[in-house]
């Protein structure tokens, strides 16, 4: 665990990132043009950017900016800025781009501040975090030892627990990268853990996937090739919920394996995969 600076108080963090990321999810609805397209792709034909991801981004960063100028700010699109507060804004504009393209609601606004240094793996956390679904109405809260919030529309947050439950009875959340040979490699281990699981769901977005762990509509969820703009906020969503979320071998979360589940549960799967990348090997898959 890294501390806190002095004088911080991640509830009001929280505040801030709820605050500006409801701003960033009002934008990206009311302001999406009529014929919105891709404006760029990144790692592959099928990472696309899409005109209003720089625009959230822009947003997050200026609003940020005035409200927290000593803080660092780091984004998955173009902009950033470094800071001497020992607190890092990390943000995804839009996790679940391809869904927001194609106006499948499943797409949200996250917004986390850490501390450490999130370009490198294990050297950060989360201490304060919100995710918002713009077309659901849902806003997820968490801050460190504050506890999980989730609130729908006018109604009061209400606290996220997880609850276990045997691995042949979970809902297991997943998704797959923008690579076509990662892409085959994630297919081979699902296959693995298919027979073993209730069933599988792949949303889009893992900001609100590891937000769905700590509500109970997902019992479970793994995924490789985060960034840590996608886990940032929903990391801690889960964690403050009682979740375990790491890697396979319970270090921090990053990009090689993000594991998010119910202490029991997560060993469970954790075991899974294991058995499953050692099956089908681990080269492919990087
Ligand atoms: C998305 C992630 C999701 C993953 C998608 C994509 P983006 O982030 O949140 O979990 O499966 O391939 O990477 O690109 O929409 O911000």
């Known amino acids: 665990m890294r501390t806190l600076p002095p004088g911080i108080d991640p509830a009001d963090l929280a505040r801030t990132a709820l605050t ?4 960033a999810s009002e934008l990206i609805m009311d302001e999406r043009p009529e014929s919105l ?3 760029e792709t990144k790692s592959s034909a099928t990472d696309v950017v899409t005109v209003m991801d720089q625009r959230s ?44 393209l194609y106006e499948i609601p499943a797409y949200a606004v996250s917004v986390a501040a850490v501390v450490g240094d999130p370009t490198t793996d294990g050297g950060w956390q989360p201490v304060a975090g919100a995710v918002v679904n713009p077309v659901t109405g849902e806003r997820y809260t968490a801050w460190l030892d504050g506890g999980s919030w989730r609130a729908v529309g006018d109604e009061e947050p209400r606290r996220l627990r997880v609850a276990e439950t045997s691995l042949g009875q979970a809902l297991c959340g997943t ?4 690579d ?8 081979a281990v699902l296959t693995h853990v298919l027979p073993q699981v209730r069933d599988i769901r792949r949303l889009g977005s893992a900001a609100l996937d590891l937000c769905r762990v700590a509500d109970g509509s997902l019992d479970v969820y793994y995924e490789r ?6 886990m940032a ?3 801690l969503v889960a964690t403050e919920a009682g979740a375990v979320v790491s890697d396979l071998r319970g270090r921090a979360p990053r990009a090689d394996l993000t594991l998010a589940g119910a202490p029991g ?11 499953a990348i050692e099956q089908v090997g681990d080269q492919k898959g990087q």
């Open 233 to 235: 906020a929903g990391w």
């Open 180 to 187: 076509a040979d990662r892409r085959a490699w994630q297919a």
């Open 37 to 39: 397209g891709v404006a």
């Open 225 to 230: 090739g985060l960034n840590p703009w996608d």
């Open 265 to 275: 549960l997560h060993s469970r799967l954790a075991a899974v995969l294991q058995v």
């Open 57 to 100: 981004q822009d947003h997050l960063l200026a609003r940020l900016g005035r409200l927290r100028p000593q803080d660092g700010f780091a984004g998955e699109e173009r902009g950033g800025r470094t800071g001497e507060s020992g607190i890092t804004w990390v943000v995804d504009p839009i996790d679940g781009t391809v869904n927001y």
């Open 175 to 178: 998704g797959f990268g923008y």
């Open 20 to 23: 500006v990321a409801i701003e």
